[in-house]
C-alpha cells in the first residue's frame, strides 16, 4: 500500500499474465474509521487477497463504498467479492450500469483487446485462459450490479471528507472521475492513463467530443493531485490535462489536413497518421480516426458518408 496524500492509498493489483505495461489502479480513501475504494480491480485470488489483507491491516476500518469509474473489466470485475467480503456497496454512474449488464454478453469495446479464438487455430500459451478468465468476470461484474446509482455532482461522505462525483463521459458514457475535496485528489479513471494516451471509441461506445469537454470539466476543479485509471499518479494535474487537449485537437488539425490535400477514405487517413502500425493494433487506430471525425462533424467541419474503414470523408 502506497500513501499518495493522507487520505488517500494505492492498492496493488498485479496480476502476472495482464497483457498492458500498467494495471489498473485501485486507491482506497479512509478517514475517520471509514472507507472508500475507487475501483476494485480484478477478482482472481491472488490480487484479491492481497488487496484484502491490506485493507484488514488498517484497524477497525470500514469499508463503505466501492466506487466504479467505469464499468471495463478491468475496474470492476473485483467489486462484487470486495462487497461480499466487506459489505460495502458497489456505486456507479446511472448511465454505467447499463454498460455493465450489457458487456456481459455483447461485444463492448474495453481497454484491454481480449482475443478471439478462430475455428481450428491454436492459442499461444496462457491465452486460452485469459480469454475464459475475461469472459467469466464480464459475467461476474454484470451479475452483481450497482447498490447505489450516482448522478454528476452527487457526493459521498467517507468519515470528515467528501467525495464528489464528476461525470465525465467519453471514454464510456457513465464514466465518472471522484473528486475528493479535501486535498484535492482527482481520482480521473481512464480519462487520464499515467502515460500514453486512451481509448476513446467512436459513438455508441465513446464520443471524442464528450471527452475533450469532460478534459476541461476536470481542468475546472484545479486538482492538487491526480491518481489515474492506470499508471503513476499526476502532481501537475492541469499541466497533464492540458496536454491531452493539446494532443487531440493536434490530430483533428492533422485529419482536416490530410482530407484538404485528398486522403478522403479513414482507410487512407489511418495509413497518412499512423505510417508504421503495427497490424495488431489496426482496429484501435481506425476507431480513434472515426472518433475524431464524429466530432468533426456533429461541430459542422467534416462530412463522412458510409461506416467503418471505408467510410468517405470531405470537408
Ligand atoms: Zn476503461
Known amino acids: 500500500m502506497e500513501e499518495v496524500t493522507p487520505h488517500v492509498y494505492s492498492l496493488d493489483v498485479k496480476i502476472d499474465w495482464f497483457p498492458q505495461p500498467f494495471p489498473p489502479n485501485v486507491?482506497?480513501?479512509?478517514?475517520?474509521?471509514?472507507?472508500?475504494?475507487?475501483?476494485?480491480?480484478?477478482?482472481?485470488?491472488?490480487s484479491f487477497n492481497t488487496r484484502m489483507e491490506w485493507l484488514r491491516s488498517v484497524p477497525d476500518l470500514k469499508l463503505k463504498y466501492i466506487v466504479i469509474t467505469h464499468h471495463h473489466f478491468d475496474h470492476s470485475s473485483g467489486a462484487a467479492k470486495l462487497r461480499d467480503a466487506t459489505g460495502a456497496k458497489i456505486v456507479m454512474h446511472k448511465d454505467e450500469e447499463p454498460l455493465l449488464k450489457r458487456s456481459a454478453t455483447e461485444e463492448i469495446p474495453s481497454d484491454v483487446d481480449v482475443p478471439k479464438q478462430d475455428a481450428g487455430k491454436e492459442l499461444p500459451e496462457g491465452v486460452k485462459e485469459w480469454i475464459e478468465?475475461?469472459?467469466?468476470?464480464?459475467k461476474e461484474a454484470a451479475?452483481?450490479?450497482?447498490?447505489?446509482?450516482?448522478?454528476?455532482?452527487?457526493?459521498?461522505?467517507?468519515?470528515?471528507?467528501t467525495l464528489r462525483m464528476v461525470h465525465s463521459p467519453g471514454h464510456t458514457a457513465g464514466h465518472i472521475s471522484p473528486f475528493l475535496e479535501q486535498g484535492g485528489v482527482l481520482f480521473?479513471?481512464?480519462?487520464?492513463?499515467?502515460?500514453?494516451?486512451?481509448?476513446?471509441?467512436?459513438?455508441?461506445?465513446?464520443?471524442?467530443?464528450?471527452?475533450?469537454?469532460?478534459?476541461?470539466?476536470?481542468?475546472?476543479?484545479?486538482?492538487?493531485?491526480?491518481?489515474?485509471?492506470?499508471?503513476?499518479?499526476?502532481?501537475?494535474?492541469?499541466?497533464?490535462?492540458?496536454e491531452?487537449?493539446?494532443?487531440?485537437?493536434?490530430?483533428?488539425?492533422?485529419?482536416?489536413?490530410?482530407?484538404?490535400?485528398?486522403?478522403?477514405?479513414?482507410?487512407?487517413?489511418?495509413?497518412?497518421?499512423y505510417p508504421e502500425l503495427d497490424k495488431?493494433?489496426?482496429?484501435m487506430a481506425t476507431s480513434q480516426v472515426l472518433s475524431h471525425l464524429s466530432k468533426l462533424e456533429r461541430e459542422g467541419r467534416a462530412k463522412t458518408d458510409g461506416e467503418g474503414a471505408e467510410m468517405r470523408v470531405s470537408v
Not at 143 to 161: F, H, K, P, W
Open 27 to 46: 486507491h482506497l480513501i479512509m478517514d475517520g474509521g471509514e472507507g472508500a475504494l475507487i475501483d476494485a480491480g480484478f477478482p482472481d485470488d491472488e
Open 133 to 138: 478468465r475475461t469472459a467469466q468476470w464480464r
Open 143 to 161: 451479475e452483481a450490479g450497482a447498490d447505489e446509482l450516482v448522478s454528476d455532482n452527487d457526493t459521498l461522505s467517507i468519515g470528515g471528507l
Open 188 to 242: 480521473a479513471g481512464d480519462n487520464v492513463l499515467g502515460m500514453g494516451t486512451t481509448v476513446v471509441p467512436p459513438p455508441p461506445h465513446g464520443d471524442m467530443f464528450d471527452y475533450i469537454a469532460s478534459l476541461k470539466k476536470m481542468q475546472a476543479l484545479n486538482a492538487d493531485v491526480m491518481c489515474c485509471g492506470h499508471g503513476p499518479v499526476v502532481r501537475e494535474p492541469n499541466r497533464k490535462l492540458q
Open 244 to 273: 491531452l487537449i493539446d494532443h487531440r485537437h493536434e490530430r483533428e488539425e492533422q485529419i482536416l489536413a490530410l482530407v484538404g490535400e485528398g486522403r478522403d477514405t479513414v482507410k487512407s487517413l489511418v495509413k497518412a497518421i
Open 280 to 283: 495488431r493494433i489496426l482496429g
